[in-house]
């Protein structure tokens, strides 16, 4: 019998590594029955890994968990699940096609020699779902809801399979704030009913509203760990980032920006952003900074037409523009890259060179004949301005390129085929380092060079403040703020951000 | 069909890295040969000049159809419809020469070809139901109209022997002929123009293909009246051959094409497939039936040797990709 103090998770000096890299430090971090404990950091500070280690995912190399006293060596998934441990992640996996009732008793059917009991089902969905206080019909199915409430069905699958530990992974990332405040509510009932939570977050005000102490992870090593109500906004900022901000610098070149290309007034998109402002200068990089949800990426794919049925006026040169698909948008030199390079990017099963030369296709084809020995010099020309490191073989698929080098070969797609206005979501989301910087460098040296205008979403502060002339921040669909020059900084960027 | 594929697309991709269009030519041809030489060995009418006429004369209308239908599946579409369709042409042609002119007959049926295209490709793209459903309709709608529009008869079609039977050039039958242009035509569309390539990027990735300006919808629904436009030639060709024509013609027509087209290395996923792999697919199925038919096997069995066929040499594109994939 579990004392009263006891512990729901006690971890200690827990070290991980990946490929010889050592990714946790001896972290320590524990869990009170009733308890919410925030987990801040940047990305790749670490929280992920340490909740994976606590769901049971990965096995630390050193360190001691204990769970309600047991002490494990070694937890694995079936281990937690016994110790009453449930991540929440932030893709959903429930079932949308099947009911609210059925995805609460998904997998414990109660039935008996195969024959399920509707009975029980429903009656195990409206116990989970009036613990958490919430009203939700058991009848309706998953796909139907929205997106906070299905979130609340699967902590109610999570509760009713005698969940004793939540794990929260960025909950309100895509919730409205009506959304975000029933699920406060609900993990307020969870409170009630003794269930520890670890709820990881980027929303510095959340912290103070609903945990009970703050856990700050920086570079694989805990950098505070305080009282929720008390720690400041300042103290969190500072411990996420620690001193090494500094070290991030701002482009050296600063070119006088020419004419406006695109200029965007009081945009709005329904159940994205709204009252949107900023413009686009001749050979400037202007950013758009905001947390996954925010709204950047939906103004974007605006730009490139991509939501017609958005409202509000956006000037391309001077002159009304309405992008009602992409064609209108690459037809007026906009060039265009997704965030999900192998969904929406490249074709990869196709040649490396065909890649690069599509939307190029209208200036190489003659009366719609077309051969491949143009798209095929743009690839060598451009393997050496982009440094692509590959064989120059401009038909190798472009699959057998690594992430960074085929993201090359999508940006210099836009170069080849002379865009004047480049939409870029995310350019270096899943690039190494070195990708990375060539990928900065070329952005502000064609941005100079060739005077064009460029616009990229990004939640990295440390990517707006390496290549931005302009950073527009924006949270939770509304413009916050606007900075220039030297005042993009880390802590401008995260304080007005979160 | 590609939009359901997606995200098993996706992930298969990576692992599929290796050139594989050339050695998989190199294997169906050898493929071929090796057919070739054991039944000149079994038959001794078979290594023929006549026979060779009698083979491509067999294949030409699955054939013509089945150029169209590589286009197709290579922009990862199906098209189910054309046996039914070209049937249907060939009771258009039929019942309107019955009534008026042999010309205007031709004429109607070429309307009723780009007709059928025009709807299949809207139905697919405007309404996006997925190819497959959508020709699996199209298919039963024009078969059942083949009966109401003929009245259930087999119509008699005089002084129409010059598409079937007559050989204008080379000791050729007209059908030969329009089948190897078609080729030709087909080869050159798919190499060297903006349409036919658009539709391998297309096959490969829809959703990207529309972010860098490419019509997709435009493209496909073109596709589709090529598709339309060779049912019509085909029952044409069907009802000059036999001077009649007979509501149930071109039955099950569309499998031997999928067969073919197949068979010749077109990926079911979109993407990936030639001109030339479908004409050696096409030669393989046509000198197989050729060669049991001088064997005197069985007509049901060669239904059985072709969908064997079919099967094993799916299976064997799919061991290679895994080859591949585990010698990465």
Same mark, same amino acid.
């Given at each position: ?27 320590? !971090? ?99 779902? =009036? ?45 409205? =704030? ?42 694989? /090593? ?39 290309i695109l200029s965007a007034h009081n945009i709005e998109l329904d159940r994205a952003f709204s009252g949107i402002d900023f413009d686009v200068h001749e050979g400037e990089v202007v950013a758009l900074y905001g947390k996954v949800g925010s709204g950047t990426a939906e103004v974007a794919e605006t730009i490139f037409g991509l939501h017609p049925e958005h409202r509000g006026e956006i000037k391309l040169n001077g002159k009304i ?64 301005? !982009? ?14 390129? =690594? ?82 020059? /030297? ?12 | ?8 697309? %996706? ?30 060995? @079994? ?37 189910? #419809? ?30 009723? *070809? ?6 299949? *490709? ?13 020709t699996l309709g199209t298919l039963a709608i024009l078969r059942g109209l083949c009966y109401i529009v003929g009245g259930g008869q087999t119509i008699m079609v005089s002084d129409f022997s010059f598409l079937g039977l007559d050989r204008p050039f080379l000791n050729l039958p007209t059908s030969v002929i329009i089948f190897v242009i078609i080729c030709g035509a087909g080869g050159f569309i798919m190499k060297c123009t903006t ?13 990207? #293909? ?24 085909? *029952? ?12 149930? @013609? ?5 499998? #031997? %094409? ?54 094993? @040499? ?15």
């Amino acid at each position: 019998m579990p004392d009263k103090d006891m512990k729901l998770i006690s971890a200690s000096g827990i070290h991980k590594s990946f490929g010889g890299v050592e990714v946790l430090h001896g972290v320590d !971090l524990s869990l009170a029955p009733g308890e919410v404990l925030a987990l801040l950091g940047e990305n790749g500070a670490g929280k992920s890994t340490l909740v994976k280690i606590i769901a049971g995912d990965y096995i630390p190399e050193q360190g001691r968990i204990t769970c309600s006293g047991v002490e494990y060596s070694s937890l694995d998934p079936i281990k937690a699940r016994e110790a009453g441990i449930r991540m929440i992640f932030q893709e959903l996996s429930d079932a949308p096609t099947l009911t609210v009732a059925e995805n609460i008793s998904m997998g414990l059917w109660g039935a008996t020699r195969g024959i399920v009991s509707w009975k029980k089902i429903n009656e195990r969905a409206e116990k989970a779902l =009036s613990m958490l206080g919430v009203d939700i019909d058991i009848n309706k199915k998953v796909g139907k809801l929205r997106i906070g409430e299905r979130q609340i069905v699967e902590i109610a699958r999570a509760l009713s399979d005698n969940a004793r530990v939540l794990i929260l992974d960025e909950p309100t990332a895509a919730l409205s =704030s009506a959304e975000s405040e029933r699920l406060f509510s609900v993990i307020e009932s969870l409170r009630s009913q003794k269930v520890g939570m670890i709820y990881i977050t980027h929303r510095l005000d959340e912290v103070a509203r609903i945990a009970d102490r703050v856990n700050v992870l920086r570079d694989g /090593s805990v950098a505070l760990l305080a009282d929720a109500k008390k720690a400041t906004r300042g103290e969190l900022v500072s411990a996420m980032i620690g001193r090494d901000a500094s070290d991030v610098s701002h482009p050296t070149d600063r070119p006088k920006p020419g004419g406006k290309i695109l200029s965007a007034h009081n945009i709005e998109l329904d159940r994205a952003f709204s009252g949107i402002d900023f413009d686009v200068h001749e050979g400037e990089v202007v950013a758009l900074y905001g947390k996954v949800g925010s709204g950047t990426a939906e103004v974007a794919e605006t730009i490139f037409g991509l939501h017609p049925e958005h409202r509000g006026e956006i000037k391309l040169n001077g002159k009304i523009f309405s992008p009602k698909d992409p064609n209108t948008a690459i037809d007026n030199s906009i060039g265009f890259l997704p965030a999900d390079r192998q969904r929406l990017g490249a074709f990869m099963i196709r040649p490396v060179a065909e890649n690069l030369g599509v939307p190029s296709w209208p200036r190489y084809s003659n009366h719609g004949l077309i051969t491949v020995a143009p798209e095929e010099k743009a690839y060598i020309n451009w393997t050496d301005r !982009l440094k692509i490191r590959s064989r120059k073989d401009p038909k190798q698929k472009i699959a057998t390129l =690594s992430g960074g080098n085929q993201q090359k070969v999508l940006l210099a797609r836009w170069f080849e085929g002379s865009s004047k206005l480049l939409v870029l979501i995310e350019p270096t989301r899943g690039v190494d380092v070195g990708a990375r910087r060539d990928i900065y460098e070329t952005l502000r040296r064609s941005a100079k060079e060739q005077n064009i205008g460029i616009l990229i979403t990004t939640s990295d502060h440390e990517e707006v403040i390496q290549v931005a002339d302009r950073a527009v921040v924006m949270s939770k669909g509304h413009k916050v703020a606007e900075f220039k020059g /030297s005042t993009i900084t880390t802590e401008s960027l995260i304080t007005t951000a979160s | 069909m590609t939009t359901v594929n997606d995200t098993t697309k %996706v992930a298969d991709v990576t692992l599929k890295r290796a050139g594989r269009s050339v050695p998989e030519l190199a294997a169906l041809l050898i493929f071929l040969v090796a057919l070739i030489i054991f039944f000149s060995f @079994a038959s001794e009418y078979f290594l023929d000049i006549e026979n060779g006429i009698n083979i491509l004369t067999a294949l030409s209308v699955a054939g013509i159809l089945a150029i169209p239908g590589t286009m197709l599946l290579i922009a990862g579409q199906v098209d189910l #419809s054309i046996g039914s369709a070209a049937a249907f042409a060939g009771t258009i042609v039929g019942v309107v020469s019955a009534k008026s002119s042999l010309q205007l007959g031709i004429g109607a049926t070429i309307l009723v *070809g780009v007709v059928v295209g025009l709807v299949n *490709g809207y139905l697919i793209t405007k309404i996006q139901v997925n190819s497959l459903i959508t020709t699996l309709g199209t298919l039963a709608i024009l078969r059942g109209l083949c009966y109401i529009v003929g009245g259930g008869q087999t119509i008699m079609v005089s002084d129409f022997s010059f598409l079937g039977l007559d050989r204008p050039f080379l000791n050729l039958p007209t059908s030969v002929i329009i089948f190897v242009i078609i080729c030709g035509a087909g080869g050159f569309i798919m190499k060297c123009t903006t349409f036919g390539r658009s539709l391998y990027v297309i096959g490969a990735n829809p959703a990207a #293909s529309r972010l860098v300006g490419i019509r997709n919808s435009r493209v496909i629904v073109i596709a589709f009246v090529l598709s339309g436009l060779a049912t019509a030639v085909a *029952g044409l060709i069907l009802t000059s051959q036999l001077s009649a024509a007979a509501p149930m @013609a071109a039955t099950g027509l569309e499998l #031997s %094409v999928i067969t073919a087209v197949v068979l010749g290395g077109a990926s079911l996923n979109g993407g990936r497939g030639t001109i030339s792999g479908t004409i050696i697919g096409l030669l393989i199925i046509g000198v197989l039936n050729n060669g049991l038919v001088l064997l005197n096997v069985n007509t049901f069995w060669q239904d059985v040797a072709r969908g064997t066929l079919l099967i094993i @040499a799916v299976s064997f594109d799919q061991f290679r990709e895994r080859w591949a994939a585990n010698r990465k």
